[in-house]
């Protein structure tokens, strides 16, 4: 079995997979957990990727009572896309999916300090709203997650184009942790 990747550090130098709460000995920092609640009470996920000067793209899942719709727009590429329906039962499933992935144990932020220098740096923000709570926030410039690719993967299985890289370039690949 592969060891787990840490969410905030990309080390694999962590606790075996058994536990509900993992732990990373290179960061010194737990992850991971229980998130059944969480299929219950996500309201919404939003991914935006962006590139300075240039038109974003963006993937909205909207919780409704008749399961989920996923929105576009995909400025770029796919202007005309329309709403994806998936019923409760693959509106769970993706939840599931998307939560272990560790997503509530990512950093707030994601920075390469030398894409601080180059103007057409890729960016990406990644909010989650909730019932009765705080939303949670993510965001990159010129770095991605470790599960990033994992994601776009997820996102993938549900016909969505991969919105994971950057505009114009079908897409520019970046460094991940």
Same mark, same amino acid.
């Given at each position: 079995?592969?060891?787990?990747?840490?969410?905030?550090?990309?080390? =694999?130098?962590?606790?075996?997979?058994?536990?509900?709460?993992?732990?990373?000995?290179?960061?010194?920092?737990?992850?991971?957990?229980?998130?059944?609640? *969480?299929?219950?009470?996500?309201?919404?996920?939003?991914?935006?990727?962006?590139?300075?000067?240039?038109?974003?793209?963006?993937? =909205?899942?909207?919780? =409704?009572?008749?399961?989920?719709?996923?929105?576009?727009?995909? *400025?770029?590429?796919?202007?005309?896309?329309?709403?994806?329906?998936?019923?409760?039962?693959?509106?769970?499933? *993706?939840?599931?999916?998307?939560?272990?992935?560790?997503?509530?144990?990512?950093?707030?932020?994601?920075?390469? %300090?030398?894409?601080?220098?180059?103007?057409?740096?890729?960016?990406?923000?990644?909010?989650?709203?909730?019932? %009765?709570?705080?939303?949670?926030?993510?965001?990159?410039?010129?770095?991605?997650?470790?599960?990033?690719?994992?994601?776009?993967?997820?996102?993938?299985?549900?016909?969505?184009?991969?919105?994971?890289?950057?505009?114009?370039?079908?897409?520019?690949?970046?460094?991940?942790?």
């Amino acid at each position: 079995m592969s060891p787990i990747i840490c969410p905030r550090c990309g080390g =694999t130098n962590t606790s075996p997979a058994t536990q509900l709460v993992l732990y990373c000995q290179d960061c010194q920092s737990e992850f991971g957990g229980d998130h059944q609640e *969480l299929l219950a009470t996500t309201r919404q996920i939003v991914l935006n990727t962006h590139q300075h000067g240039a038109a974003s793209q963006n993937l =909205t899942f909207t919780r =409704t009572p008749a399961g989920a719709t996923i929105e576009g727009p995909f *400025l770029c590429y796919y202007p005309d896309l329309p709403e994806i329906y998936i019923d409760p039962q693959q509106w769970q499933q *993706l939840l599931a999916d998307f939560y272990q992935l560790y997503i509530l144990d990512w950093q707030p932020e994601y920075r390469d %300090h030398d894409s601080e220098k180059t103007v057409s740096a890729f960016g990406w923000d990644l909010k989650i709203s909730f019932d %009765h709570q705080q939303p949670f926030y993510s965001r990159g410039q010129g770095l991605y997650p470790p599960y990033w690719s994992a994601l776009m993967d997820l996102f993938a299985s549900f016909g969505l184009p991969n919105i994971g890289k950057a505009l114009g370039q079908n897409f520019l690949q970046l460094q991940t942790f």
